[in-house]
């Protein structure tokens, strides 16, 4: 079974860092472009940002650009997500994913395209 399963999340005061890993298990990790979405309670999953799976190609939603990095290390089997000048609408629970379909260079922003997903880790950024 696919295990894909997020850390680093926690509570924070507006204007400070996190950083989120998701350790990817039982795939190959390298085949695979991966995604961070996040929710909040009544609203739907929003893309929060991608990376290609050669980690070549990034792409980040217009609300965390400048702020947000994604990465990823294909020898860990593991992607990031380097959250700075975090703002109290950050606040959601953050979930990535795995989608095999993309190509090499891409990568989606829909959640339907991701095929695999990880449990959650809540962010909370206090003002």
């Known amino acids: 079974q696919v295990l894909l399963v997020e850390s680093g999340g926690g509570l924070v005061q507006a204007g400070g860092s996190l950083r989120l890993s998701c350790a990817v298990s039982r795939l190959t990790f390298s085949r695979y472009a991966m995604g961070w979405f996040r929710q909040t309670p009544g609203k739907e999953r929003e893309f929060v940002g991608a990376?290609?799976?050669?980690?070549?190609?990034?792409y980040y939603a217009d609300s965390v650009k400048g702020r947000f990095a994604i990465s990823r290390d294909n020898a860990k089997n593991t992607v990031y997500l380097q959250m700075n000048s975090l703002e109290p609408e950050d606040t959601a629970v953050y979930y990535c994913?795995?989608?095999?379909?993309?190509?090499?260079?891409?990568?989606?922003?829909?959640?339907?395209?991701?095929?695999?997903w990880g449990q959650g880790t809540q962010v909370t950024v206090s003002s």
């Open positions: 990376i290609s799976r050669d980690g070549g190609s990034t």
């Open positions: 994913a795995a989608d095999w379909q993309s190509t090499t260079t891409q990568a989606s922003n829909r959640p339907g395209t991701y095929h695999y």
